[in-house]
């Protein structure tokens, strides 16, 4: 497996170079952000952004899956861009490949669908989960909320490497701040952030194929 | 004729006589010619065809011209600025009055009330003057034909401001389509003339204005010239003046004598971060200016412009700091000086400028020189030189802007749809289309009809409707979207400020605001605010009493130097060595240049200077072509690109107007034996594309062009969630037509701005042709010259490199550790 190991709550995070974690000991992915059916919400309103960009996305999700077996799939959050579409019926049709594993959604201000059509898709949502007292929830905490530790989504995180010689790149992250965790954005139609990072957090960047620790 | 008679009697009647070019362009536009009438501003250039126009009217109603009411729009008059509009209605207006024609002269542009929209509606007034994007506002209102039954002239003024730019663009469009309105309609074809000052082209901007297969146009030039006193503003301490800079604020208490001993005087800056910051300044250094001290930029409150604009007219104000805002041709009588603070980086804008001032015919412009750094004095000295040679720059026209004339087929579809022969006939007879394939033309409609894609099950786009060849936009939401964004051919997504009490304040880039921090404060029209928040793409403020305000930098203030005054500066340095220079900047600037010689070399204009600095930050290398920030741009990625052949290696490139910086971490191998082969011309065309690729200039180019195609969603206040979802940065929209769909006509278009516009790939290629044939003098300076140091402090920068990106970081992360 590509990627890095990193240990850290006395758990195993494989960060992944395909913008996921796979949490070993739950056998679980994690990911967040898709903004599944966003190109087609803009080409409804008539603004020409190109097709296929769901279906590269669910491709790089579907041989994640194949690869690593995972029981189960949590999203933390904008998972769904907007409204009901096209892409949301050519999410169905993917996701019967899959019929045995567990989508968890914890729903992010992106999510706004009605409850039946995730019931639809067999995705159960919930405004947060916990599981061995790692909490999710989609928008980010600054404070410490009593649980051992925190993933969020939300900001499409992106870190700022500056070098010699004035030189300068932003590239998706991982952040591992005090308290929460931010996981960069699964979807390619995404944007990023850029975030700052206080002395003594971690912060891994995905470069190309690999994910390198920048702090 | 009656006509030529009354008009006439009615100028000796004010003592006046008419001048000979305004007597050769009343002939030509009585025999029905089209063409372009050259006159500097202040001899009554309007008059030239308004004149005409009114004497063609007299000769055909020689009994009842002074009776005849609501004749529907004969005369269509586009200007560049809202500002001179209301103007030259005024003159006009005032001419019908004297000869008791009854024709109405109107206004129309983005201030025009909905009240004088929905009259005009009913009835155009026989004048109008519009905008180039009110003209297109009119083309997406349902049966629009009907407002052109009577036109027959349509005049472009400030043509030479037009020319080259996208708004240019929108006029060769809708001048396709009224051409098209004429002949369909069995109407004798349209008279077009424009009005331009001097500019090095002018044979080319008339062919842009009447079309490629038109040859009967006659240029017809005014012999008269503008007398212009340049004055240099030598700074009092030159030993101690900075080598770098360009704000100028050393220089404001030189400025104050001149603006106090004049009437009234403009103070040009080139950007507006340094207006506003001149404006507090020279407020802070002169209270007593209170009150008659005014700011005037294109990112403040029209209203506000509006007054300023006013009270110049009306002699209330002493002093005004702008920008090229007040560049055009609007008459303010009590101006009879102008500053120019740091270089204005071309001779016509100079001299634009420069006329700002003793408008009268016969009355001296004159202008003062400001530098905001030592080496800009130059500048002064070539910008006299090129004025006397007459070296003025040309304006090339835009060719095969995809976005607008999407935009365009947009404007069409949503007003009463069109027919795809007859506007594919109209546009190819552009100048800008002229070279447009039916494959693009496919392509275009496609993109407007199925999203540019194969139709599919689940797409879902929705446009433009086709019904075999007739194309239409059937979505009231669309259509409405579309006309709010008809006219955004500006560069950036602005943002508005307004108070929380309400009112506005002016404009502001997303990317400052977005950079800010609730209770931070910045400057905007010459007040200090404090950020609150931002709510439906606009920034709340308050009044701010902190004393630290930020000064936001607006996108796309610095103008490069223009080739001319390139040329200009180049030779100017032959002299500066020699004791033989009579220009008083030269010998100013003698201790500057002695320094340059004593550390390094002062470049004859058959030479190329290459230095190589080694610093704590790592190894320089500075190269000066003197060619201007957007050849040096591409050049320093070019020579980059080519040296990381050499060896993986990262650069950090640097530019100004003089030359530019490679700096990277090793030792850069640039010597006397590869210098040429490195600079030389071979392979330009595949290195470019290889070069500019690594680089963000076409996604800097897309910002434009991602508005303008309507692809980027610019929200309307007030609406739902689902609205909020459209918003998509032009740089993520970039992102995915690259990954998912390279053809992309406007993909291609970014790239070729990228290549034609931002990298003037035409005069990069001159500059190489003349390095070839120079002398390369490569020096080792132990410290920074006064030629590296503006570029090393005071630039923009790139990156380009030949490491792996894997590689990059892990040197990174070394460095940082």
Request: aromatic residues 8%.
């Amino acid at each position: 497996m590509t990627g890095e190991i990193f240990v850290y709550q006395s758990q195993h995070w494989h960060l992944l170079p395909e913008r996921a974690i796979y949490w070993q000991e739950e056998q679980a992915l994690i990911i967040s952000d898709l903004h599944l059916g966003k190109a087609t919400h803009f080409r409804k309103a008539g603004i020409a952004v190109p097709t296929g960009i769901v279906e590269e996305d669910l491709l790089r999700l579907q041989r994640l899956i194949t690869r690593l077996q995972p029981t189960q799939i949590i999203i933390v959050g904008d998972m769904f861009h907007s409204r009901e579409n096209s892409e949301v019926q050519y999410f169905k049709i993917w996701r019967q490949q899959f019929p045995h594993i567990i989508f968890h959604l914890v729903v992010g201000n992106h999510d706004i669908m009605p409850a039946e059509i995730y019931g639809n898709l067999q995705i159960t949502t919930s405004p947060h989960l916990t599981i061995r007292d790692i909490h999710f929830i989609h928008e980010p905490c600054e404070d410490a909320n009593g649980y051992t530790y925190t993933f969020s989504g939300h900001l499409h995180p992106g870190y700022v490497m500056a070098g010699p010689a004035k030189q300068r790149l932003r590239l998706p992250c991982f952040y591992f701040g005090r308290h929460c965790g931010i996981l960069p954005a699964f979807g390619d139609f995404t944007g990023m952030a850029s975030v700052d990072a206080s002395p003594g957090e971690a912060v891994f960047v995905i470069a190309g194929q690999s994910v390198v620790r920048a702090q | 004729m009656k006509g030529h008679q009354v008009i006439t009697e009615w100028l000796a009647g004010k003592e006046l006589q008419p001048f000979q070019f305004q007597q050769e362009a009343w002939e030509a536009y009585l025999q029905g010619k089209s063409g372009l009438v050259n006159a500097p501003t202040g001899f009554g250039k309007t008059f030239s065809l308004f004149l005409g126009a009114v004497i063609a009217w007299i000769d055909a109603h020689p009994k009842d011209y002074q009776k005849k009411k609501k004749n529907g729009l004969q005369l269509m008059w586009i200007t560049p600025l809202r500002a001179l509009a209301k103007d030259i209605a005024r003159a006009m207006s005032e001419v019908l009055d004297e000869l008791g024609i009854p024709w109405q002269v109107g206004i129309r542009s983005g201030d025009t009330s909905t009240a004088t929209r929905a009259a005009q509606k009913k009835q155009m007034p026989e004048i109008l003057l519009i905008t180039p994007e009110s003209m297109h506002i009119l083309l997406a209102q349902r049966d629009y034909p009907a407002h052109f039954q009577h036109l027959h002239t349509v005049v472009a003024d400030e043509w030479h401001e037009l020319i080259g730019t996208k708004r240019g663009v929108l006029v060769e469009l809708a001048l396709s389509r009224l051409r098209g309105l004429a002949i369909q309609e069995n109407r004798p074809p349209l008279k077009v003339w424009g009005i331009s000052a001097t500019i090095g082209n002018l044979d080319e901007a008339m062919q842009v204005l009447l079309g490629p297969y038109h040859n009967d146009g006659i240029i017809i030039k005014a012999l008269l010239r503008k007398k212009i006193a340049l004055t240099s503003v030598i700074p009092t301490e030159m030993e101690n003046y900075p080598w770098a800079g360009h704000l100028g604020l050393k220089m404001l208490p030189q400025a104050i004598p001149i603006i106090k001993e004049s009437q009234t005087t403009l103070l040009f800056t080139n950007t507006r971060s340094q207006s506003e910051i001149w404006y507090q300044s020279l407020l802070t250094h002169c209270p007593e200016l209170a009150g008659a001290i005014a700011l005037h930029h294109g990112s403040m409150d029209m209203e506000l412009r509006v007054w300023v604009e006013e009270a110049l007219h009306n002699g209330i104000l002493k002093v005004v700091v702008c920008t090229a805002s007040l560049d055009l041709g609007v008459d303010f009588r009590p101006v009879d000086t102008v500053i120019q603070v740091g270089s204005p980086k071309g001779v016509a804008r100079f001299l634009q400028r420069a006329g700002r001032s003793g408008h009268q015919p016969d009355a001296v412009s004159k202008i003062y020189f400001l530098p905001t750094h030592a080496l800009e004095l130059v500048e002064a000295a070539a910008l006299k030189a090129a004025m006397e040679q007459e070296l003025i720059e040309s304006r090339m026209p835009v060719l095969l802007a995809w976005d607008v004339l999407l935009q365009y087929l947009m404007t069409l579809a949503v007003s009463d749809g069109f027919h795809a022969t007859d506007i594919w006939e109209e546009v190819r007879k552009t100048y800008c289309y002229q070279h447009i394939t039916p494959e693009d033309w496919q392509w275009l409609l496609a993109f407007l009809t199925t999203g540019g894609e194969a139709l599919s099950g689940y797409d879902e786009f929705k446009k433009v409707e086709r019904s075999g060849n007739y194309y239409r936009c059937t979505s009231r939401v669309l259509a409405m979207r579309h006309r709010l964004h008809i006219g955004t051919i500006v560069s950036d997504v602005m943002m508005k400020v307004k108070f929380l009490s309400g009112g506005y304040v002016g404009v502001i880039e997303e990317g400052f605001i977005s950079r800010l921090q609730p209770g931070e404060s910045f400057t905007l029209a010459g007040r200090n605010l404090e950020f609150v928040m931002t709510k439906d793409m606009t920034a709340l403020v308050r009044k701010s009493t902190s004393k630290k305000t930020i000064v936001p930098s607006w996108q796309g203030g610095r103008i490069p130097l223009s080739s001319n005054l390139g040329k200009m500066l180049r030779q100017k340095f032959n002299e500066a060595l020699s004791r033989r220079t009579k220009d008083p900047e030269l010998i100013a600037l003698q201790p500057l240049f002695q320094l340059q010689e004593d550390l390094s070399h002062v470049p004859k204009d058959d030479e190329l200077l290459i230095e190589h600095i080694d610093t704590k930050d790592g190894y320089h290398l500075f190269c000066f072509p003197f060619e201007g920030r957007l050849v040096h741009e591409v050049m320093a990625a070019l020579l980059a690109y080519r040296i990381s052949r050499i060896q993986p290696i990262t650069f950090s490139i640097a530019m100004n107007d003089y030359g530019f910086e490679l700096l990277s971490d090793q030792p850069i191998p640039v010597t006397a034996e590869n210098a040429k082969a490195l600079l030389s011309l071979e392979n330009l065309n595949t290195e470019l594309q290889a070069s500019v690729n690594s680089t963000e200039m076409a996604r800097r180019k897309f910002r434009d062009i991602a508005v303008i195609a309507g692809l980027i969603f610019q929200g309307y206040p007030g609406k739902s969630k689902a609205n909020r979802h459209l918003q998509a940065s032009s740089s993520l929209i970039f992102n995915v037509f690259r990954d998912y769909d390279p053809h992309n006509l406007l993909l291609q278009q970014a790239f070729n701005e990228a290549f034609f516009y931002q990298m003037e790939e035409a005069r990069l290629r001159e500059t190489l042709e003349r390095i070839a044939i120079s002398k390369i003098v490569i020096t080792r300076p132990e410290r920074l010259t006064p030629f590296c140091f503006p570029i090393k402090v005071d630039s923009l920068r790139d990156t380009m490199t030949s490491e792996k990106l894997e590689d990059r970081i892990k040197k990174l992360i070394a460095a940082n550790a």
